[in-house]
């Protein structure tokens, strides 16, 4: 038997493997009662239902044919990584709303049809919106302006 390298089989490997790291990183926190949950008992309920969707994807991967891996499209991978890391460098010094921006920016710059205007409106819509709900509905401490 010859086994087809498919989506749903390394998807379901990453995904299992995810989970069962994050179980076992996340055993030493106090899971709490069910009346009482401690701080493990959420994160270990999360991993846990990865690693089950991760198995299921794992079996459906070898049982039934898949779609084939293709190549690996750089472009999108690079600059949205690129923007999930500035983001989280930037946040506090630059401010929540240049890190949004360039995160929004960076994610439209990864598809090969950027359109200035249409980011623009994007960026505008969504650190707005974000914004709001941070510091309005949650009432989070984020500057959102630079911080030097």
């Known amino acids: 038997m010859r086994l087809r390298v498919s989506t749903d089989l390394v998807t379901g490997l990453l995904f299992?493997?995810?989970?069962?790291?994050?179980?076992?990183?996340?055993?030493?926190?106090?899971?709490?009662?069910?009346?009482?949950?401690?701080?493990?008992?959420?994160?270990?309920?999360?991993?846990?239902?990865?690693?089950?969707?991760?198995?299921?994807?794992?079996?459906?991967?070898?049982?039934?044919?898949?779609?084939?891996?293709?190549a690996i499209a750089a472009r999108p991978l690079v600059f949205v990584l690129a923007g999930t890391f500035l983001?989280?460098?930037?946040?506090?010094?630059?401010?929540?709303?240049?890190?949004a921006v360039l995160v929004v920016v960076l994610a439209?710059?990864?598809?090969?049809?950027?359109r200035p205007v249409e980011v623009a409106i994007l960026a505008v819509v969504l650190v707005s919106f974000i914004g709001a709900l941070f510091w309005l509905g949650l009432s989070l401490p984020l500057h959102p302006l630079p911080t030097w």
Do not use: K
């Open 16 to 70: 299992l493997a995810l989970g069962l790291f994050a179980i076992a990183y996340g055993w030493t926190y106090p899971l709490g009662t069910p009346a009482r949950i401690g701080p493990g008992y959420f994160p270990l309920l999360i991993a846990s239902g990865l690693a089950l969707l991760g198995l299921v994807l794992v079996v459906r991967g070898l049982v039934a044919p898949g779609e084939r891996i293709g």
């Open 87 to 99: 983001f989280g460098l930037l946040v506090e010094r630059a401010g929540f709303i240049l890190a």
């Open 108 to 114: 439209r710059l990864a598809d090969r049809d950027f």
